[in-house]
């Protein structure tokens, strides 16, 4: 960009090449170099010959060091080179298929700006993708002050072609600067006379669309800017392709196939319906995550694909398994595992009580907007930090077990063992509605108020997608709940539940006692994710409601209709009201096409699309070839026994629940608690889904239901009314008759 005539602050780099001379006359020319800038402060960057391409942009992966002195610099010099070895340098690299060794790393030493106003500029309107249109962002002082969210920038949207500006003005109390006596930065209160002023003016505006427009010929691409405001001049920091967008007509595909791509020879995990972006997927699955917890990193890729009120969720299941054979092996040699995550969970639980009882509707709707979104951060954060104990169990049968215990020479499966399982699969512990019927009896008994625990029943109804109005929970109480209105029943009814815990908890205890210690290790972890998989109903339930709560509010203040919550992303809505009014449009048209793509380490991709191309592209491609559409019998994992012969009813939305006919036998993606009238109804429980832990394997052993779970794709195979055989003993369906 120095050589195109752009604005950029002075500076040197070191090739690829210079850390191969001798590190006595390099590290003497850097600082003979340093001293020809004439400035106390440098900026210190790495520059990876692969980084910033169009697919993969290394965003944030190696090192750079800002305010960086004369006496420091060599040092930061040889860190930003040695970034190449880090660790997640090693794992984007493994993630995205790279051969490291292709890399090699130039250093930049760079003039540091003194910024009095900084900012963003995208040659291509990020939020609608019109290519007409360059957004930029500014703020007061160094950009860091918005990086880190202390300061909502103004946003101005300039038409190429006219050169007309669309501004938001944001208020700005504070900013950040540089100290030049001390060497790093410090907050400033900005002059009261400017705080609610223009950021950067109109000439400087249309000066730095010219710039942008240069930028982007000179690549001939979208690009994503950084730059700054010194002295009433503008330089151009950094220019970066924008990797996650496409043309409008081909974003969705090339968002498929990539995900196909990237998990070409694995199974796909069953869909799941009703999926809220909101409450899961945005930044999910950063690789960080994994990383803090998992001490051989098993990166997961996620699709999500939403139109209206139907979800479909496509992940790889073999990476899913493979987590949780790493836990069940790590389980017997780390004596305190088991104990370890149930302690952390009741930990994340507690805190997710306490918030949840301290903030109803009126106090949630007398923050304002700072403390809105700082809620509905840490909530989020208790339910990212609890949902990685889960990964581990999502899928384990017997089959798992068995090959895991044979790799570890043990063998603890015999005849008795497995005569019992039917009896030590049964959750030793309270189910979610009786552990939610007395969480709120033993509120009643200590507050009295009805109201109140009209107001914390909300977390019984909620859903992945939805929460309940006060009217829905206290229509629940009313029908389920009559003895809460009397206070000797309430009382009744917390001794008997106690009383039948401890029955259960003992019969279990005698039922397990005459095992061999393998043998109890194994039932103890069996128990361990039922009542994880079980408190994850309470725990995100209850986080779900705050949140859905908070954005509703948020919601209110930008004039957006709080149906969009569902196809909106807390990574937007925790960008300030300001951010959600620029992008309003483009959540409106989410209602009918929304796709996201977590990849393992890339930044989220979404975008508007054509729902039905995406899912009929995935299916040809990959689903149906690999299944079969004209399978007559299926094997599933079955932990509940009996045999059933009669009529398919397939369910995959609640707003038909009432056609739901008894006896029938219910086919369904996966079941949740608002299901369990529709399981008591029904003769027989056959689910796509497959987890020892799932809704369904849990409920149907209480009700002593025939279940069979992992069918993976027989809601697309089944039709209403179709007679089936469900041998529930041997874990088969077989199509007798098809309606």
């Known amino acids: 960009m120095t050589q195109a005539g752009f604005p950029v602050p002075n500076g040197f780099i070191l090739t690829t090449k210079a850390f191969w001379l001798n590190s006595h006359e390099r590290d003497k020319e850097i600082l003979h170099a340093f001293d020809e800038l004439n400035c106390k402060f440098v900026a210190v960057r790495s520059s990876g010959t692969k980084e910033d391409g169009i697919d993969d942009s290394f965003a944030g992966q190696f090192d750079t060091y800002l305010f960086v002195t004369k006496d420091k610099l060599i040092e930061q010099v040889i860190e930003c080179h040695n970034s190449i070895d880090s660790e997640r340098i090693i794992s984007y690299c493994e993630a995205k298929n790279i051969n490291r060794k292709d890399i090699k790393v130039a250093v930049v030493i760079q003039k540091m700006v003194n910024s009095d106003i900084a900012g963003v500029c995208f040659t291509i309107n990020p939020v609608t993708w019109e290519t007409e249109e360059i957004m930029i962002e500014a703020g007061y002082g160094v950009w860091e002050a918005v990086v880190s969210g202390m300061i909502t920038p103004d946003n101005y949207i300039v038409n190429k072609i006219t050169n007309t500006i669309q501004k938001t003005i944001s208020e700005q109390a504070k900013k950040i600067v540089i100290d030049i006596e001390q060497g790093w930065t410090k907050e400033e209160d900005i002059e009261s006379t400017i705080i609610s002023s223009q950021k950067l003016s109109d000439n400087h505006i249309l000066e730095l669309t010219e710039y942008a427009k240069k930028i982007e010929k000179h690549y001939w691409k979208p690009m994503d800017t950084e730059w700054a405001v010194e002295d009433k001049k503008i330089y151009i920091l950094q220019a970066r392709p924008i990797t996650t967008i496409w043309k409008k007509e081909d974003n969705w595909l090339h968002i498929v196939k990539s995900f196909i791509e990237n998990n070409k020879n694995q199974n796909l995990y069953p ?101 809105l979104i700082k809620l509905l951060i840490e909530v989020r954060e208790l339910i990212w930090n609890f949902n990685w104990f889960l990964q581990f169990c999502l899928i384990f049968d017997k089959k798992i077990c068995k090959e895991e215990l044979e790799k570890i020479n043990k063998y603890p499966w015999d005849e008795i063992f497995e005569n019992l399982r039917d009896k030590w699969t049964i959750l030793a512990d309270l189910s979610f509605e009786k552990d939610g019927a007395l969480y709120l009896a033993k509120k009643y008994i200590d507050h009295n108020d009805f109201n109140y625990i009209v107001e914390l029943s909300s977390f019984l109804l909620a859903s992945y997608a939805d929460v309940p109005s006060i009217e829905e929970s206290r229509k629940y109480i009313k029908e389920n709940l009559q003895f809460l209105n009397k206070k000797k029943e309430t009382e009744q009814f917390i001794i008997d539940i106690e009383k039948e815990h401890i029955e259960k908890q003992t019969n279990f205890d005698v039922l397990i006692s005459s095992l061999s210690y393998d043998q109890k290790h194994i039932v103890k972890y069996m128990q361990s994710i039922m009542w994880l998989r079980d408190k994850r109903k309470n725990i995100f339930n209850k986080g779900f409601v705050i949140m859905k709560r908070c954005a ?46 977590i990849p393992y380490d890339w930044d989220l991709q979404y975008s508007i699309c054509n729902v039905k191309n995406c899912v009929d592209y995935i299916n040809a491609k990959w689903y149906i070839n690999n299944y079969g559409n004209d399978t007559k019998i299926v094997t599933g994992e079955c932990w509940s026994k009996w045999f059933v012969v009669w009529k398919v009813q397939i369910i995959r939305d609640q707003k038909i629940f009432h056609t739901f006919i008894e006896w029938n036998i219910l086919v369904t993606w996966m079941t949740r608690p608002e299901y369990v009238p529709l399981m008591k109804k029904a003769s027989a429980i056959i689910t796509d889904e497959w987890w020892i832990t799932c809704h369904a394997a849990i409920i149907s052993r209480e009700m002593w239901k025939p279940c069979i779970i992992g069918t993976k794709f027989w809601t697309k195979i089944l039709k209403d009314w179709d007679i089936i055989e469900v041998d529930a003993d041997n874990g088969i369906v077989k199509i007798l008759d098809n309606k």
């Open 552 to 597: 509703e509010k948020l919601f209110d203040i930008s004039w957006i209709d709080k149906k969009y919550i569902t196809y909106t992303l807390v990574s937007e809505i925790s960008k300030w009201v300001v951010y959600l009014k620029s992008i309003k449009e483009n959540i409106e048209k989410r209602e009918n096409w929304f796709i996201e793509y």
């Open 271 to 371: 869909v799941i319906s009703n999926v809220s972006p909101f409450l899961w997927w945005s930044e999910y699955n950063k690789y960080y995550r994994y990383d803090k917890h998992y001490k051989d990193r098993t990166p997961i890729d996620c699709l999500i694909i939403r139109q209206k009120d139907s979800s479909f969720w496509y992940i790889p299941e073999n990476k899913l398994i493979s987590l949780s054979r790493e836990m069940f092996v790590r389980s017997f040699n780390e004596i305190n595992l088991i104990d370890d995550l149930t302690k952390k969970t009741q930990n994340i639980k507690d805190e997710i009580d306490s918030i949840y009882e301290k903030n109803n509707i009126d106090q949630i709707n007398s923050l304002q907007e700072v403390k």
